[in-house]
């Protein structure tokens, strides 16, 4: 797994909070971090393949398994940390108070998770499971990286410490590949997603969602369908934009699909490119960069970005306090606003939209507003004692709050009124656990890394299934991370996790990658299901195959999409679990020439931002560098393929 990306260049802002709370809230000033459907009959696991993760092991009680029964016979705790955690927890590490320390001018403000770059792991893409000792954990000062260039091939050993080092010195080379435009032909539309949580509005989740309950037409409510002929062609290729002078790298996160477009973040901009044949339909310029855009759109296509007010410049970087809405359709900024916190701007770390509602958080607390009018529905009280982190949206809208001292944190999961910022269920987290990622908010699994038992980076020791309706502990599955191979930036960006997906009221999750079988030299791993009733796997089991490694992107109603990495000399594929018998349909396969191959290795699903929908891939960048000034390497923003 990886570590996490630098902190943000902004100081920690003072106190401030979310929606109205009860008054019985504790009085206590918080320490301020740094800115910035039926399922199949159960049946025992298969065994492990050689070499493979130990797939056997039940849900373990631990610290932070609140209020629940334990499960009979738990296997013997985690170890102590391994690599990306110090042996024990640093005197004035990332998030202490007070200790914030400006990164350097050109790294990005605001790090994040899914599709966010990070330090490189195994098999030569910033990865999982990469062992060392001694290097900072996640949550800990990190050294300032870019995402490092994929090797050719889907697998390959681990790091040591010093390689790890090293590379971490030399990944920004990689950020983005080469410039040019091809074109072709495809269409699609997004997979949608019903807004249950109160509001009046719908939602839909964006292409490349990573979560739900599974909605749509058919037995198995997937849209997605095999078309004749799976092999791909390039639809088109965004060369990668050239950052300001003096500015070494500048986001470009979000990227969004709707029925004839697919939008994309460029420097200080949105644009709306025709999604069969790459020709901009419309621009969105902006006063600064994008830090940040919602995985989520309402739906007649309207979505929230957070931006800076103006070019960031070696004296001032510029803090992320504007929130929009934009027009996926018509390509217009609906509204933009900004909130305080006293008398202070927020700088704005996470933004979703749930029903009809865009809530933005931080740590000075969150903020929401009507989508249609840019009226405020809520902002932060400084006579609050707790505040909104962040909010996860899309089926229900959920609060990550935090109450209480840094090393002595209280998290409360709270599902809200998406107008009124209300609390309609809370669930509360054993004190210690410093933060928390929300995989998805209907059913409401939330992640964590408890203890600091991970080990890796990936922000994630165990899964916490919680029923929404009551606010109660269902289940708490745990999730080593020397087995398996999501993560999730709970930290910045709330509801952003890579590797897994939420569906069928159960987990799938990517294992980390091992040996192949027979005499393949390469890596291989699976995706996984845990039942969210239970905790327990249900024994389905859907292999990469070697030298393929196969992470989920999101529910096509019961069915599981994923993505699957591939050796040096084939192209990746798009696949669909079959939600029942997990039996895997090839939906499309990409050109294994040498060219594309290179523009689509640099695309790693561990970092790059990974839309598909009926037949369309479109894969992104999330950062622009000048790094490869002065080479002959080609640079890459966007690269889309699509079936016939």
């Not at 539309?189 to 739900?212: I, P």
């Not at 800076?308 to 509204?335: F, H, N, R, Y």
């Not at 408890?450 to 990936?458: C, E, F, L, R, T």
């Not at 969210?532 to 989920?552: H, M, V």
Request: net charge negative; with cysteine; aromatic share 8%.
């Amino acid at each position: 797994m990886t570590q996490p990306p630098p902190p943000p260049n902004e100081p920690p802002q003072q106190p401030g909070f979310g929606p109205p709370q009860d008054p019985s809230q504790p009085q206590q000033q918080p320490a301020q971090p740094p800115q910035q459907p039926g399922p199949p009959q159960q049946q025992q696991p298969p065994s492990a393949p050689a070499g493979g993760p130990d797939l056997n092991k039940a849900p373990q009680p631990g610290y932070g398994y609140p209020q629940a029964p334990q499960p009979s016979a738990p296997p013997a705790a985690p170890q102590g940390p391994g690599y990306g955690y110090p042996q024990q927890p640093p005197a004035a590490g990332y998030g202490y108070p007070g200790q914030a320390q400006p990164g350097p001018y050109g790294q990005p403000q605001q790090p994040g998770a899914y599709g966010q770059p990070q330090q490189p792991g195994a098999y030569g893409q910033p990865g999982y499971g990469q062992p060392g000792y001694g290097q900072p954990g996640y949550g800990y000062p990190q050294p300032s990286t870019m995402p490092m260039q994929p090797q050719p091939g889907g697998g390959g050993k681990k790091f040591n410490s010093q390689i790890a080092i090293i590379v971490s010195a030399v990944v920004a080379i990689a950020l983005i590949v080469g410039g040019g435009v091809w074109y072709a032909s495809s269409s699609g539309k997004d997979d949608d997603s019903k807004n249950t949580a109160g509001g009046d509005g719908k939602n839909k989740t964006n292409g490349g969602g990573g979560s739900g309950s599974g909605s749509g037409s058919g037995s198995s409510g997937a849209q997605e369908k095999a078309p004749a002929d799976t092999g791909s062609k390039v639809l088109f290729q965004v060369p990668a934009p050239k950052t300001p002078k003096d500015v070494t790298s500048i986001s470009t996160a979000g990227s969004w699909l709707t029925d004839t477009v697919y939008a994309k973040s460029g420097i200080a901009e949105v644009v709306g490119y025709d999604r069969a044949k790459g020709t901009k339909k419309w621009t969105i310029d902006l006063p600064g960069p994008v830090c940040e855009g919602s995985g989520r759109t309402t739906e007649d296509n309207k979505t929230a970005i957070i931006f800076k007010p103006d070019m960031p410049t070696k004296g001032d970087p510029q803090s992320c306090t504007q929130v929009a809405v934009i027009d996926l359709e018509t390509g217009k900024e609906v509204w933009t606003k900004t909130a305080q916190s006293g008398t202070m701007p927020i700088s704005f770390n996470n933004v979703t939209v749930s029903g009809g509602t865009v809530a933005a958080g931080s740590t000075s607390g969150g903020a929401a507003w009507d989508v249609a009018t840019g009226k405020q529905l809520w902002a932060p009280k400084t006579s609050d004692s707790c505040y909104d982190s962040g909010y996860a949206g899309g089926a229900k809208l959920v609060a990550v709050r935090k109450c209480g001292e840094y090393e002595a944190r209280q998290l409360h999961i709270q599902n809200i009124d998406p107008k009124t910022g209300k609390v309609i269920t809370e669930y509360k987290m054993d004190e210690g656990i410093e933060y928390a990622a929300v995989v998805s908010t209907d059913p409401l699994v939330v992640a964590a890394d408890v203890g600091d038992s991970a080990g890796d980076g990936s922000g994630i020791s165990d899964f916490f299934s919680v029923d929404n309706k009551t606010g109660k502990l269902r289940t708490r599955i745990s999730a080593p991370g020397e087995d398996f191979a999501a993560r999730c930036d709970a930290i910045y960006k709330i509801e952003k996790c890579s590797g897994l997906a939420v569906g069928n009221d159960r987990l799938y999750i990517a294992t980390e990658e091992h040996d192949g079988s027979g005499e393949s030299y390469g890596q291989t791993n699976e995706i996984v299901a845990f039942d969210l009733a239970t905790g327990k796997q249900t024994g389905q089991r859907a292999d990469a195959g070697d030298d393929y490694e196969i992470y989920p992107l999101r529910m096509d109603g019961n069915n599981v999409l994923a993505y699957k990495r591939p050796p040096y000399d084939k192209g990746g594929q798009i696949v669909s679990i079959d939600g029942g018998t997990f039996k895997q349909t090839t939906l499309m396969e990409n050109p294994a020439t040498e060219n594309v191959r290179d523009v689509e290795a640099r695309m790693s699903p561990d970092y790059a931002e990974i839309l598909f929908s009926k037949g369309g891939l479109y894969m992104s960048s999330v950062y622009a560098s000048d790094f490869s000034a002065g080479t002959d390497r080609k640079e890459y923003l966007v690269i889309a393929f699509g079936t016939s």
